[in-house]
């Protein structure tokens, strides 16, 4: 019963607690003074690399916060047209009416059509690859000769991959309802991973040894064969601006078109943009 | 009036503000979900929401069929799984098992609701699925997974409402039934189980609606394609995935019909959480 | 004839006890596949580092620190209106309408499953208020969550408290103020701060409602406005991407570890409780 | 010589469609001890808390008729109704100390008023736990939980809580019903002494308790007030054969 009376002095301790806690709350929260901060949101697919380069640009610029966001392709035009966010990125090219935004292709991304690894399949043609993921072919019967059905793994509707896919693979075909939806490169490229029966298709940059690339009409996706795009499934990195890009936002597009972003996109598997366009060539640039 | 009568009208009406804004929270979730929500289905029509079979949101194809279908399959596959051995477990710690057991089982089952969802998840996924996909067939992502998962999940639930609605059950019942000759078993067959009835169905309910408003547990092993499944070893998409797997890209109307689903899962928990409060209340009134 | 009830009564024992059997031991496969996998990857270093290339490598301390201010948000908004809603349910009125549809409401709130809190909170706090993905949007949203929650477990435990200690208080000249500050709310307290944990439970699990608000930005919190991956948040990324199964397994250890003591708090609060209360 | 206290006249109280008090009139004098009698549910509980307004709190309580406390019509809105229950303090028929020390238990209402000066606080506690007859058995040990003493030591300390206000009346609600003979007559023992300083109604399911330490008795019935004088009288020569019946035990 003494308890009780321990709980009254308890509450005392709780409101200092609570009081520290606040103090903590507000002295952690109050915002640097000279921070200056940029906000980047759209493409999942750029998501991770943005991430990377962000980390880099801070590391240069201590002073300065890049904030990025993920929410996808239109998501990302969307913020940038209102306002919410400063760069936007976008990975598929822009529609009609989104056209007044200021692109810069950053970056191009491979499309892979990836399978289990233990899959003796190698290559597909592209009407194979739409046959498949219409729910045409269901089986691996005629593609490699085991008689198991397909396990058909795509992204969710909105996200930028999925665009791609079906503007470049799917043209007006519907991609079937019985495919398994995963809402990421990430997820998908582990669900083809885990069963001998998946295929799906991520981007370029996210492939690896879990996970076996097929070749397309007998083309792999290279450096070499998506700049000059031999390989057909290929999409542009963009990042989208209100007006001509200036001061912090600038510095930070210039950072990433830089020689050692672009080697480093390279590097983790993206395809590097041709030539360095300047920012001052954007308005003349040409799709 | 007194200054202290002053103060105790102003405190009153400081709680009632507040009691009143804590409930606002509701109109504004209520208004705002509907808002979002309402004006497409009113668009393209509401029959075409709830009983369209195609769901193409970059064709303006809004059919949320398959996905209602879904979230009532694996909601009635978690009642099947989580029911019975919640309900057994309850008996069996109540009635049956020494007391010390039950004093250790209990908390523990309890502990186990508190468990993050994603966690049960991630278990099915790493787990189930390849059992599934290996022993059964199908991709492993299927009705099959997501029932057994959220049956696991609302299990704990399950089970400790019903063992403390057995255990409101008074003494003198039992007593009364074995003083006239009936075993254990008939008597909790017989006179323990009807009389803790509304509390165990409370319990269920309750624990379904945890099982159909389970987002991300279920997108990790449900697969996701919106497409009515054939079978409960082929994928299925629930209304919540639905709304949590295109939330992050969705825009324009693509978004207002996942506000719209929203608004479909809101209505349909409005209507579980009605027969709760009402099985609730004929239980009190007993 | 007599046999017969006493074989059915065998038959049922030995169903009942399988079923408690296999309930019991999924869980405990649960917990034991978590800390069995999750344990050797817990450190000190893997508490105090900050995630680094995508979570890959380093540790978990942003999402733990972006829990943490998620968690205490949330707390801070609704521990005062949840227990100020249960003082005027309780102390302030007689049942009428009123309390009917306050309380209605808040057994509905109740019922609302996270996705549509997250929601909600990503078109209230992120887009209309303009907070956007942030510590502030995520933990408001949280609030929301929880708040049925300590309106309930307060109302019990305010209601528990004896009748008498009110008149007494009375009686003895108090205004009904200082009957609820200075008897009910101290007689209250261990019922009032089990919902709070219970809160706090929820609050750190939760994945569904956090990731649309807070959003998932890997990086340390540094004011109420930048967004950040709560551990949840940050498991659930990790588990789903295979981004790394030993980091995964790592952080749902913390977590779930997190919630047991929560829980287990909860528990030994619960039993002490009823304890003063017979 | 005898001074008039409390004054009722007409009064009635409902607690909704139900009276439970018609129609009283009677006067209290100051520093008597008025014993009321009676079989349960006659009213007499009902009636003290009419008299501090404790049946405000009451939903559906409603009152006809005058009461007068000192001459001050206590239904008026402006009243006090704080500093009328202090001047009008109660113990209940259980012994309901608080969840909290004896030290605290007495000084609680003393505290409402903002008073924390230490030393003035440890007067009253001594001075109200003198009183009340249980000072010398819990001075050593005041900060100890309250709910630790005896049924009779509860009783006596709800009484010093009370006394710690410094009332003018004391009004005890059958407060020996759930105790033992050697503390009820520790009870009554100090009402007897508290009797110079205090005027005290002693509602009573106990007969001889109000033969034994009344100066007059009142004898409730079903709401009814049905007589009241010297306890001597009403114990000897009743005028109401009710009340007769009700003393040999032939109801109640």
Redesign the interface.
Known sequence: ?????I??T??KI?NLGLCL??AL?YV?????KSSQRI?VAGS?SIQ?FA?KWAELFMEKRPET?V?????????G??AVQTG?ADIGMSSRALTEDEKELFEIEVARDGLAIIIHPENQLDNLQLDQVRSIFSGEITTWEILNGKAK?I?VVVR?????TR?AF?ELVMGRL?IS???????????V???V???P??IGFISLGLVNK?VKTLSLDGIYPTEESIQNETYRLVRPFLFLTRAAPSGLVKEFIDFILSEEIQQLIKKEGLIPIKKNPGPRDDQDRTE | MTKIERNERLIRLCLLVVAFSAISVLAVITIFIFEQGTPIMFKYGFKNFLLGQ??????KSFGLF?MIVGSLMVTLGALIIGVPLGLASAIFLTEFSNRRLARILKPFIELLAGIPSVVYGFIGLMFL??FI?ENLG????SVLASSIILGVMILPTVTSIAIDSIRAVPDSFREGSIALGATKWQTVKMVILPAARSGIVAGVVLGMGRAIGETMAV?MVA?????IPDSIL??V?TLTSNI???M?????E?RQALFATGVILFVIIMILNTIANLTSARQKKR | MRIKPRIEQKIAQSVLMFFTFIAVLVLVFILAVILKNGLPQLSLEFLSRNPAD?GREGGILSTIVATI?LT?IAL?VATPLGVGTAIYLTEYTVENRITRIIRFGAECLAGIPSIIFGLFGFILFVNRL?F??SILSGGLTLAFMVLPTIIRTSEEAIKAVPASYRLVSFSLGSTRWQTVTKVV???A??GI?TGIILSIGRSIGETAAVIFTA?????MP??????SRSMAVHFY?LA????SMSKAYGTAAVLVIAILIVNLITYYLME?YIK?RS | MKTTGITVRNFSHYYGQHQSLKNLNLDVYRNEILGIIGPAKSGKSTFLTCLNRLNDLIPGSRVEGKILIDNQDIYQPDVDVVALRRKLGLVFATPVPL???IYENVVYGVRLLGKNNHQELDDIVEDSLEKAGLWNEVKDRLK??A??LSGGQQQRLCLARVLALKPEYIMLDEPTSGLDPISTMKIEDSLRILKNDFTIILVTNNTKQAARIADRTAFFLMGELIEIDETAIIFTRPSDERTEAYLQGKFG
């Open positions: 019963m003494t308890k009780i009376v709980s009254m308890r509450i709780l806690l606040l709350g952690s929260c109050r915002p640097g906000v999942t991770p991430d916060v904030d990025v966001q993920g929410g996808g392709s239109s998501a035009i969307q919410a059905n396990t969710e509707e909105g996200s930028g665009a079906q519907r309802k019985r495919a398994i939806v995963q809402d990421s490169n990430g997820t490229r582990e669900i991973s885990r069963d029966n998946a879990s | 195609d769901w193409y949101p970059s064709e398959p699925i390849p996909r199908g991709p492993g992502l997108i697969g996701n394609a919106a497409a082929a994928p998409r949590a797997l295109e992050a890209y969705a825009s324009g693509h | 995508m201010y205490i801070l303009k956007g993905w709310l101290p007689s307290i261990p701060i959003g998932s930005a890997l990086r540094t004011s109420l406005f930048s967004s990324i789903r991407e295979g981004i002490r003063h | 969840p909290t020390t100890t939980s709910l630790k």
